[in-house]
């Protein structure tokens, strides 16, 4: 999976330098979003099961219109949080992000880059086949209506109509750099926000940003298992739950697909 983040990361280095090299600093490094550094991966056969819906591997099935406001409970390695989805800020980023949800496409996903003073990121899934399935599952850009202020959820992207699967977390306000570039917010975290904060970020940022986590090729290939390897220090997904909407009625939910094995999470 190439969705390389060049244009976000780039743009934005200037805004993230402090934090960033007060996480090279550390002995560990940070999470990652779009490197293209050529990472030893292991073989995609040994990816864990992710008990993910099989329709998965058919994006293009995945049609269903998610309700008008929705709420997603994302139970990690290190606690819960909980995420509101305004439709209306983004139909089209909302939509993808339900169908993703409502059939456990994030199972097992490491919040793979953790800037801290910028951005979690997570979105490349635990199983390589599902990767590979939705490389080329883009979908148009939807114009900026919400902000990205801190705790609010923005899909990554490497220039117009890129996005895919990957979002972001605000760890800060960057809305100043972000909203102008055309990055537009379809949730915020509710609750929860300080375990987002406290995602493991020792593993610095991307290879190519000077940092020593994995890069998104290497994730797309291996998986989980590839992850579990060489960087087993990333928090993970145990479930995400589409938990109610607009209605106050239950939605479908993502069924509570717990991990094989304890392991990382991704931003």
């Not at 409502?102 to 951005?119: E, I, L, Q």
């Not at 995602?199 to 940022?205: A, I, P, V």
């Not at 940003?209 to 797309?220: H, N, Q, Y």
Request: with cysteine.
């Amino acid at each position: 999976m190439k969705r390389i983040l060049a244009w976000l990361f780039l743009c934005a280095l200037a805004i993230a330098a402090p934090a960033i090299a007060a996480a090279q600093a550390s002995t560990s490094s940070s999470q990652s979003t779009a490197p293209k550094n050529a990472v030893k991966t292991g073989p995609a056969s040994s990816a864990p099961r992710t008990g993910s819906d099989p329709a998965l591997l058919h994006p293009a099935t995945l049609k269903a219109q998610a309700p008008d406001v929705y709420e997603v409970k994302f139970v990690t390695s290190k606690g819960d949080f909980v995420v509101e989805v305004t439709r209306a800020w983004a139909p089209l980023g909302a939509d993808r992000f339900y169908n993703l949800v409502k059939h456990g496409f994030f199972t097992n996903a490491s919040f793979f880059r953790v800037v801290p003073g910028f951005v979690v990121q997570f979105g490349i899934s635990a199983d390589p086949k599902i990767s590979a399935a939705w490389e080329t599952g883009n979908i148009r850009d939807d114009p900026v209506r919400a902000s990205n202020k801190m705790g609010y959820l923005t899909y990554a992207m490497g220039g117009r109509n890129t996005r895919t699967t990957q979002v972001f977390i605000n760890l800060r306000d960057n809305s100043s750099s972000l909203d102008s570039m055309g990055f537009a917010p379809f949730g915020q975290v509710t609750s929860g926000m300080d375990v987002v904060a406290q995602l493991y970020s020792g593993y610095g940022d991307l290879p190519e940003m000077g940092g020593r986590g994995p890069s998104e090729d290497a994730i797309a290939k291996g998986g989980k298992a590839y992850l579990d390897k060489n960087f087993p220090m990333l928090d993970s997904i145990k479930a995400a739950t589409v938990n109610s909407s607009s209605s106050g009625a239950p939605a479908s939910g993502a069924a509570a697909h717990q991990p094989a094995a304890s392991g990382s999470s991704k931003p």
